[in-house]
């Protein structure tokens, strides 16, 4: 089967990337190993673009919020993850989330009727030879680990990456939960609340810490990702961090009461059906039983019937400030490029990005033509330069993107107006490359 290059990984950098190059008339071979025969320990199907912890894209706010506006770019790239998220979207507030399986199931069918990808289930296990982008992510299979290594000379950084619970709605005692989005934000029935008092609190948090986890002594001292922390490791930081973290009740309204909380569980809606609901922040390591157990202390989910309970993975990414170019190339082998999360950029929406730019960096150069990466005043331009060209390589980190990768606004300016600030120059900027691309 002829092709002129091929993605290996079919998550959402992997079929990102696929859909950008045959979207610019090449032929693209598009490799996973699930449905193949292999899987990892974090996937359920072998659906593309599988969603594998929460079901939200996050922000969508794109006037006062880095990840908004990041949406906003994409959509304006013509990204495929956008597409599909938007036609799946389901309600949360001013936060894009996805149907998970109608959203898997809308990018697979995409990517598999497009006349120029050819999916191949299959299993990549050495760095190909010929025009390639890598998107395996962070569960990249060891045999290609092992290739990735030995030809960077550099070990693969690793990191913990904990998945959250899903609850079936119709277990959920709604006498004593409630609707309502923080701050009336959103239509009011995007996320149900479970209220806990002070002593309720204190009880939930000395349980946590007390509770069975599982072990994984192969991975030991290896850092979490911030943005992904077990809510037990957050409780171990202090009996107040999760008071005001994923169980703040601030800006929640009690029905009972008329007054915010002392704490609360949130939980937002996973599917369209509105049958499940996943507990928002609550990824953990806890064992099994152990978070059947505690999570049916809280008010309202003492029934609670779980579709999925928590866990546990590795994850491995690069030093890519070190090892790759300002296009993703690795710089020892430049028909080799990498997107996605193996990279070290955190996030779906960060990941699928990277898989886009990616995808459009290889097309220009199959095709003989100049693309300059995107200014560092945009979004996907801020993001792509911490890849690429983070100062401090051995001390790189995932990072989600965020207002702190762009140049600052110049001159003094009010706090209360900088983000719109951000936002209103990134566009600009964005025009501006579209236009001179």
């Not at 059906?273 to 157990?293: D, S």
């Not at 779906?348 to 095709?367: C, D, M, P, T």
């Not at 207002?403 to 025009?431: C, S, V």
């Amino acid at each position: 089967m002829h092709h002129d290059i091929q993605v290996i990984g079919g998550g959402l950098a992997g079929s990102e990337a696929a859909w950008q190059l045959a979207e610019a008339g090449l032929k693209v071979r598009l490799s996973e190993m699930r449905g193949g025969g292999d899987t990892t320990p974090a996937h359920h199907t072998s659906d593309l673009a599988e969603l594998v912890c929460s079901n939200s894209f996050r922000s969508d706010d794109a006037d006062s919020n880095a990840v908004g506006l990041l949406h906003q770019e994409m959509r304006a790239l013509g990204s495929l993850i956008l597409r599909e998220g938007d036609v799946h979207r389901v309600p949360a507030g001013s936060a894009l989330a996805v149907d998970r399986d109608g959203f898997s199931a809308g990018v697979t069918a995409a990517v598999e009727a497009h006349p120029n990808i050819t999916v191949v289930r299959e299993r990549v296990d050495t760095l190909p030879d010929g025009p390639a982008i890598i998107a395996t992510g962070p569960l990249t299979a060891p045999s290609l680990s092992e290739s990735i290594a030995g030809e960077t000379g550099k070990d693969a950084l690793a990191f913990f990456d904990a998945i959250a619970p899903i609850v079936h709605r119709d277990s959920i005692d709604m006498e004593k939960a409630w609707f309502q989005s923080r701050w009336n934000k959103g239509e009011g029935t995007d996320y149900i609340n479970c209220p806990l008092d002070k002593e309720q609190y204190h009880a939930f948090v000395a349980a946590l810490i007390a509770g069975e986890k599982t072990e994984y002594r192969e991975w030991e001292n290896v850092p979490y990702f911030e943005g992904c922390m077990p809510i037990e490791v957050m409780a171990e930081r202090g009996v107040e961090t999760l008071r005001f973290g994923p169980m703040k009740g601030v800006g929640l309204d009690q029905p009972s009461t008329g007054r915010w909380p002392y704490a609360a569980v949130q939980l937002r809606q996973d599917n369209a059906q509105g049958t499940l609901w996943n507990i928002v922040g609550f990824q953990t390591k806890l064992k099994h039983a152990e978070q059947v157990r505690l999570f049916r202390t809280i008010p309202g989910l003492e029934n609670a019937e779980f579709a999925r309970l928590g866990g546990l993975h590795r994850n491995t990414f690069l030093r890519s400030p070190e090892l790759l170019d300002p296009t993703l190339r690795l710089k020892s082998r430049p028909n080799v490029r990498f997107a996605g999360q193996i990279t070290g950029c955190e996030g779906y929406i960060e990941s699928a990005a990277i898989g886009l730019i990616a995808g459009r960096f290889a097309a220009a150069e199959l095709q003989g033509r100049a693309l300059a990466p995107p200014p560092v005043e945009t979004a996907l331009g801020a993001l792509l330069t911490h890849i690429t060209g983070a100062a401090e390589a051995e001390t790189y980190q995932p990072m989600n993107v965020n207002f702190g990768l762009f140049p600052p606004i110049p001159g003094r300016t009010k706090k209360a107006d900088r983000k719109k600030m951000y936002t209103d120059r990134a566009r600009e900027a964005l025009a501006g490359w579209l236009a001179a691309g």
